[in-house]
């Protein structure tokens, strides 16, 4: 029995000191780390909206935003540490979007991505893909944005951080709601929509009668032939049939399917 | 027994690494410049140093009982402050390092001189032995990451010397690179301790 209250006595006066100790440390170390990340954000805002006089935190619903703004005036918003899952942890990306809900800037803040592979993503040439993207833009690895062979999973990562922060933002501050799937909504008509294929842009006419896709012709595509003519009528057939733009690709012209359902999506949406 | 060999028995005839094959983790983990493999050295061999003294002076107060939860709290301390500190003054490596810094109380290299030597042993000889140790396992770093390094970008503590046509060895950079790469000292060390008659 005496023997236990020494034990527990030995061991929690040792775990006392400890903590005694770290306190003091981390009292000492906590302001330097602070200010020098304060410093290093401030430095990159600065870089991304170089038109900007003053940088103004605000907190949206628990998440820290930055507006960039000149003469007092918000030309921008930052959305500092937006996260999207890569192949060693989260990749963290600051994106800086201006007030149409473009994107300005994207910079990867910090990653644990495998050096020599997953770390392509801080090249700032490729980055410089996400610029003038918007929200209702596509944002796909190997579509719209090149995908670096070695580190696909990372880039996919950035994009959806970036995806992430543009839809953040635009809840956030533009009042600028994601485009939405809604048949009941769009009036009789024909609408034009475009979405990207494997050859470039597919261009579609879509009618809609009575809250039904009664037609969907393709004005314009660059597709291959002998891979196209697989979708070409399949895939409008079949989202005429599901009333919906999610149908399945059809096997050997996936780019092309996608494209077709990108740009009906892209006609009815808006 | 004496005080300078217990010192340069860390650097080759128990180099931790090449010829003890302790705390491999961050050795593979981290070595991928020689930068690198010199920051986590330092730090370990800090965090070991520091971590040898104290328990060298409670060896008479520390129950044999709970003796590995004492060691583990006090090596813990350590690194938590060389994490923090390290981060508050040197956040460039901070950042490479990364993941590798708090792994460092796992570190069986830590645990194994506070438990095989530091318990058992004056704090001059716990001393010297923390530090040869921490030098043996420095050096074992630097070596594997200047390997991976020059082979892997063509550049050694950043400074790249080799000609543009040079094509680097991504594996040299990759996880697998760390194998190969020790498995190439290790050889060597082999070799070195048969020369030396070591064994």
Redo the contacts between chains.
């Keep these: 029995m005496g023997d236990i209250i020494k034990l527990s006595v030995v061991l929690a006066l040792i775990c006392m000191v400890a903590a005694g100790s770290l306190a003091f440390i981390e009292g000492v170390t906590t302001p330097v780390i602070q200010q020098r990340e304060a410093e290093v954000l401030a430095e990159r805002l600065g870089q991304y909206v170089p038109d900007a006089d003053n940088f103004e935190p605000e907190v949206v619903e628990g998440k820290e935003f930055f507006k960039a703004l000149k003469g007092g005036e918000v030309i921008a918003y930052i959305m500092p540490d937006s996260r999207g899952p890569g192949y060693g942890g989260d990749v963290r990306v600051n994106v800086a979007v201006d007030t149409d809900g473009n994107v300005i800037a994207a910079d990867v803040a910090g990653h644990t991505e495998t050096p020599g592979l997953g770390d392509v993503i801080e090249d700032p040439g490729w980055l410089a893909q996400f610029e003038g993207k918007g929200i209702n833009d596509p944002i796909a690895i190997g579509t719209d944005i090149d995908n670096i062979s070695g580190a696909t999973v990372s880039c996919r990562a950035v994009a959806t951080a970036v995806s992430n922060a543009v839809e953040q933002i635009a809840a956030a501050f533009l009042g600028i709601a994601m485009a939405e799937w809604d048949l009941d909504a769009v009036e009789d008509g024909t609408y034009t929509g475009t979405g990207t294929g494997y050859g470039g842009d597919i261009v579609v006419e879509v009618t809609v009668s009575g809250n039904k896709i009664t037609d969907i012709t393709v004005v314009e595509h660059s597709e291959s032939p002998g891979f196209w003519e697989n979708a070409e009528t399949a895939i409008p057939e079949a989202i005429i049939d599901a009333q919906d733009y999610d149908v399945d690709a059809i096997s050997g012209a996936t780019m092309s399917s996608n494209g077709i359902m990108n740009a009906v999506f892209d006609a009815i949406a808006r | 027994m004496s005080i300078a060999k217990e010192f340069s028995k860390g650097i080759i005839k128990e180099n931790p690494v090449l010829r003890l094959l302790l705390g491999l983790c961050p050795v593979l983990g981290v070595t991928?410049t020689a930068m690198n493999g010199l920051g986590m050295g330092v730090a370990s061999t800090f965090v070991l140093l520091c971590s040898n003294i104290v328990i060298s002076l409670?060896r008479s107060?520390?129950?044999k009982?709970?003796r590995i939860?004492?060691f583990i709290?006090?090596i813990?301390?350590f690194v938590?402050?060389v994490d923090?500190?390290m981060?508050?003054?040197l956040?460039d490596l901070h950042?490479n390092l990364?993941?590798f810094i708090p792994l460092i109380v796992v570190n069986c290299m830590i645990l194994g001189r506070a438990e095989a030597f530091a318990s058992k042993n004056t704090l001059t000889y716990s001393i010297s032995d923390g530090i040869g140790m921490g030098v043996g396992f420095t050096v074992a770093l630097v070596l594997l990451g200047g390997m991976r390094e020059i082979l892997?970008?063509g550049a050694i503590f950043d400074y790249t010397f080799t000609p543009e046509a040079f094509e680097?060895f991504?594996v040299f950079?990759?996880?697998a690179g760390a194998f190969i790469g020790l498995g190439f000292l290790l050889a060597g060390m082999n070799l070195l301790s048969k020369k030396l008659k070591l064994d």
């Design positions: 991928t409670l107060v520390i129950p009982k709970v939860p004492c709290v006090v813990a301390t938590t402050i923090m500190s981060n508050a003054f956040p950042a990364g993941l892997g970008a680097p991504a950079a990759s996880p």
